[in-house]
C-alpha cells in the first residue's frame, strides 16, 4: 500500500495539472471503488475550480471552490495518469487516450495555462477510494488521526506523550495512526533499524518517570524525518504497483536497509548478523537482532 512518500509524490506530480483548473466534467465507468461513490459526487465536483491540492496522512485531497474537499486513497493498486493538452511546453491537439481496463475515475478538467486535461484514477484491485468532505476536524477519515510527521506537532515529546506507561510494541505503536499519521510499514522498518531500536521494544521503556523522551527516542523521531524526506527525494518506493503520475516508478527501494531484506547480510559496518522478518500485528517486520537489541 502507497505510503506517506508515495502519496506525497503524487501530489507533487498532479499538482501543476489540477491546482487552480475547474472541473467541467466527471466520468465514472463503475459505481463503486472499495466503497460506492457519494450520491453527490458527480455534481459535487463538476463546474468546480480546484484549490491547491494537499496530502493527510496517506490521503490525497483536492480542496474545492465550494468548500467540499474531495479525498482519495490509493489503496493497493490505485494510479492517477496525467493527457494534457500542454506540457513542458508543447502545445499539441488533444486526443483523449484510449480507455484501458480499471480506468474507473476520470476528471476532465481545464487548466488556465495547460488547457484540457484529464486526470484518468486506475485501480485494478479496487481497495482505493474516493469520498467527500468538509470540515476536516468532523471527518471520519481524520478525526481521531495523529500529527503530520513532517510538520512542527510532530517531536520525541509528543511520542513520548503518547508512549508512557504503555507497553506496546514500538513497531506497532508507529503504525498505529492515532499516534502519528501517515507513516507505513516499510519507513517504520528502516526508521527502526537506524535509530539501532528492537521493533518489539515496549514503548513505555522509551519514555523516562518525568514523562521525557529517553535518548532512543530523541534519536528516533528526526530520523523518521530524515527517512521520509529522503524517501520523497527519490520518488517513493515501488514494490508491486506503485508509480508516479507521470508513469514513472519510485527508487527509494534501491537503499532499503531492511525492509524486504529477509536473509541477507546487515549492513551496519562491522555486523556480521542477517536481517530477520517476523510478523507483528499481523505486518512483516525487518530487522537485524544483532544491532536492534
Known amino acids: 500500500m502507497p505510503e506517506l512518500p508515495e502519496v506525497e509524490t503524487v501530489k507533487n506530480g498532479l499538482a501543476p ?8 466534467r466527471v466520468v465514472l465507468n463503475r459505481e463503486n471503488l472499495r466503497f460506492p461513490f457519494p450520491a453527490n459526487f458527480k455534481s459535487s465536483l463538476e463546474d468546480q475550480q480546484i484549490g491547491q491540492l494537499r496530502r493527510r496522512a496517506k490521503y490525497l485531497i483536492v480542496p474545492l471552490h465550494s468548500g467540499a474537499n474531495l479525498l482519495a486513497h490509493l489503496g ?10 500542454l506540457v513542458e511546453g508543447a502545445t499539441r491537439k488533444f486526443v483523449p487516450l484510449a480507455r484501458e481496463k480499471h480506468d474507473h475515475v476520470i476528471l476532465q478538467i481545464k487548466h488556465p495555462q495547460k488547457g484540457r486535461v484529464d486526470i484518468i484514477y486506475n485501480d485494478p484491485r479496487r481497495f482505493g477510494y474516493m469520498d467527500l468532505f468538509e470540515d476536516e476536524a468532523q471527518s471520519p477519515h481524520f478525526a481521531t488521526m495523529g500529527p503530520e510527521p513532517l510538520g512542527n506537532q510532530f517531536s520525541a515529546q509528543h511520542l513520548a506523550e503518547r508512549f508512557l506507561s504503555k507497553r506496546t510494541p514500538i513497531k506497532s505503536a508507529l503504525l498505529d495512526q492515532r499516534n502519528v499519521a501517515g507513516l507505513g510499514n516499510i519507513y517504520v522498518c528502516e526508521a527502526l533499524f537506524i535509530a539501532k531500536i528492537d521493533p518489539k521494544r515496549p514503548v513505555g521503556t522509551l519514555v523516562k518517570a518525568d514523562g521525557r523522551p529517553k535518548k532512543a ?77
Open 76 to 85: 493497493m493498486s490505485g494510479s492517477f495518469k496525467i493527457n494534457a493538452e
Open 17 to 24: 495539472f489540477m491546482d487552480g483548473a475547474t472541473i467541467t
Open 217 to 293: 527516542l530523541e534519536l528516533l523521531a528526526p530520523i523518521i524525518v530524515d527517512v521520509l524526506n529522503q524517501a520523497i527525494a527519490a520518488g517513493g518506493s515501488t514494490l508491486k504497483d506503485f508509480k508516479h503520475a507521470d508513469g514513472e516508478l519510485g527508487y527509494f527501494q534501491h537503499r532499503f536497509k531492511a525492509y524486504g531484506r529477509e536473509g541477507e547480510p546487515c549492513l551496519a559496518p562491522s555486523c556480521k548478523d542477517k536481517i530477520a522478518r517476523i510478523v507483528q500485528s499481523g505486518r512483516s517486520t525487518f530487522y537485524c537482532p544483532t544491532c536492534q537489541s
